[in-house]
């Protein structure tokens, strides 16, 4: 186990975090949270049929429309974060059921992008 010291409200205190291979688990006084990286949740998004924002970023190109069909790693949407631009691709091969985004927009962390067919 390892700790973190956080300093709040003028108040310093050791906090215990547990890494697992869920992200890692912070306690406090009275409690404990899962904390995840963005990364990891938009592992777990692409599982359960759908591709998140892994970045606040803007919307550059969107490549795919609803009902079209697409293969594993297909680039589905282009993103700008940092001067940078992202290829966010099908995490599988299927169909695609909605799209919540659109060229220009601006989108935040954890946003659905597109979301599959079952």
């Known amino acids: 186990m390892s700790f973190v010291i956080v ?6 205190r ?12 912070v306690g406090w006084p009275g409690g404990a949270a899962l904390v995840r990286s963005a990364r990891d949740e938009a592992r777990a ?13 803007k919307v550059v190109q ?13 680039v589905l949407v282009v993103l700008e974060a940092m001067k940078m ?3 966010l691709t099908a995490p599988r091969a299927g169909k695609v059921a ?10 935040d962390l954890g946003a659905t992008l597109v979301g599959f067919e079952e």
């Open 62 to 74: 969107v490549r795919v429309t609803p009902g079209q069909e697409v293969a594993a790693d297909e």
């Open 7 to 12: 300093d709040h409200g003028g108040e310093r």
């Open 45 to 57: 998004a692409a599982s359960a049929g759908e591709v998140v924002a892994p970045m606040t970023g």
């Open 14 to 25: 050791r906090l215990p975090v547990v890494r697992t291979d869920h992200g890692a688990w």
């Open 98 to 107: 909605s799209v919540g985004c659109k060229e220009g927009q601006l989108v």
């Open 85 to 87: 631009e992202y290829r």
